[in-house]
C-alpha cells in the first residue's frame, strides 16, 4: 500500500518561513520524481516544484529564489523549504511521486500566510 503523508503545514506571517515533509511508503522512493504541488482557495491545483530521481530540480516562476525542494532517499522523505512567504503562497500543499504511468498523493498540508 502506497501512502505519501504530508506534515509541517500552519500558519505563519508574510515574510516567514516553513518546512513541509512528505514521507513516502510502499515504493521504491529513489527511483521516483517527487513533486510539490498547491491548490489555492477557489483554485485548480498547480506545480510548485519537483526533483527527479537524479535530483534535477524545477520550480514554478511564483517560487523561484524562495522555494526549495529536496529529498533523502534514505528515509524516503521530499521536503519543501519555503522562505520569504507570502499570502499568495496561501494553499494546501500537496506531496507527489510519479514513475512513468504510476502516480501517487499525498492528503494535503494547509499552507496559511496571514498576520
Known amino acids: 500500500q502506497v501512502q505519501l503523508v504530508e506534515s509541517g503545514g500552519g500558519l505563519v506571517q508574510p515574510g516567514g518561513s516553513l518546512r513541509l515533509s512528505c514521507a513516502a511508503s510502499?515504493?521504491?522512493?529513489?527511483?521516483?520524481?517527487m513533486g510539490w504541488y498547491r491548490q489555492p482557495p477557489g483554485k485548480q491545483r498547480e506545480l510548485v516544484a519537483t526533483?527527479?530521481?537524479?535530483?534535477?530540480?524545477t520550480y514554478a516562476d511564483s517560487v523561484k529564489g524562495r522555494f526549495t525542494i529536496s529529498r533523502d532517499n534514505a528515509k524516503n522523505t521530499v521536503y519543501l523549504q519555503m522562505n520569504s512567504l507570502k499570502p499568495e503562497d496561501t494553499a494546501v500543499y500537496y506531496c507527489?511521486?510519479?514513475?512513468?504511468?504510476?502516480?501517487?498523493w499525498g492528503q494535503g498540508t494547509q499552507v496559511t500566510v496571514s498576520s
Open positions: 507527489h511521486a510519479r514513475l512513468s504511468v504510476s502516480d501517487y
Open positions: 510502499g515504493i521504491s522512493f529513489s527511483i521516483y520524481t
Open positions: 526533483i527527479t530521481s537524479g535530483s534535477t530540480t
